[in-house]
């Protein structure tokens, strides 16, 4: 059962403009929502995260979204670089909850000069 | 920043040998580490909690048996893949959290096993 989902495999984008990658959870009782970038055979590095309280977080050219309701969050490049190029997962927890996350399966972003 | 170290990087084995792989958080106490093995182009799926002082705590489907995790001290735990075999041949992923709070977690750069 996946509980988080990123349901583009992919996402290919012009250098400059703007990355949405996006991710769906299905538990609702994930509290804490946290987008990691991650190069091939190394461990994934944090980005930028979000507690269920916020609606929208912003660190210089990230920016996550989130939609409780829909169980949605998104996470927004721009301006897109070409050291962007990397596979993003989305990751969920319920604080309290031993501090396990919970991964999507990633998106790889590739971003074209 | 917070940093984790794996080691080692990469190891190939034959089977029927035994693994270990050591996760060290370097700036910082972790009373607990997280494993992760990513089989590729797949997410990161949590294996186990590791917890200083205690045991480990497994997720379903992990046998504990096969994959051995010792919590030596506040700033490693050692993975230890019994009796490998290929099919265990993976991206192993150690993580701890700088604070309970939060939930940011900080990774090492994972160990590539290939078990011939």
């Known amino acids: 059962d996946q509980q988080v989902k990123q349901n583009s495999p992919s996402l290919s984008v012009q250098e400059g403009r703007i990355s949405i990658l996006n991710c769906d959870y299905t538990n609702s009782m994930f509290d804490y929502f946290l987008w990691y970038k991650k190069y091939p055979a190394e461990g994934p590095t944090f980005l930028i995260s979000?507690?269920?309280?916020?609606d929208k977080n912003e660190d210089g050219r990230f920016t996550v979204f989130l939609n409780k309701s829909a169980k949605h969050l998104s996470l927004h490049i721009v301006p897109s670089q070409p050291g962007d190029s990397a596979v993003y997962f989305c990751?969920?927890?319920?604080?309290?909850?031993?501090?396990?996350?919970?991964f999507g399966t990633g998106t790889q972003l590739k971003v074209e000069l | 920043g917070a940093v984790v170290s794996q080691h080692p990087s990469r190891v190939i084995c034959k089977s029927g040998t035994s693994v270990k792989i050591e996760c060290r958080s370097l700036?910082?106490?972790?009373?607990?580490m997280f494993w992760y093995r990513q089989f590729p182009k797949k997410s990161l799926m949590l294996m186990a909690t590791?917890?200083?002082?205690?045991?480990?705590?497994?997720e379903q489907g992990v046998e504990k048996d096969k994959f051995l995790i010792n919590h030596a001290s506040l700033t490693l735990s050692t993975l230890t893949v019994t009796s490998a075999h290929p099919e265990d041949s993976s991206f192993y992923i150690c993580?701890?959290?700088?604070?309970?709070?939060?939930?940011?977690?900080?990774f090492g750069p994972g160990t590539r096993l290939l078990v011939l």
């Open positions: 993580s701890a959290p700088p604070r309970l709070a939060g939930g940011v977690m900080y």
């Open positions: 979000i507690s269920s309280i916020k």
């Open positions: 590791s917890n200083e002082g205690s045991k480990a705590t497994y």
């Open positions: 700036d910082f106490q972790a009373t607990t």
């Open positions: 990751a969920a927890v319920t604080t309290g909850g031993g501090n396990k996350l919970t």
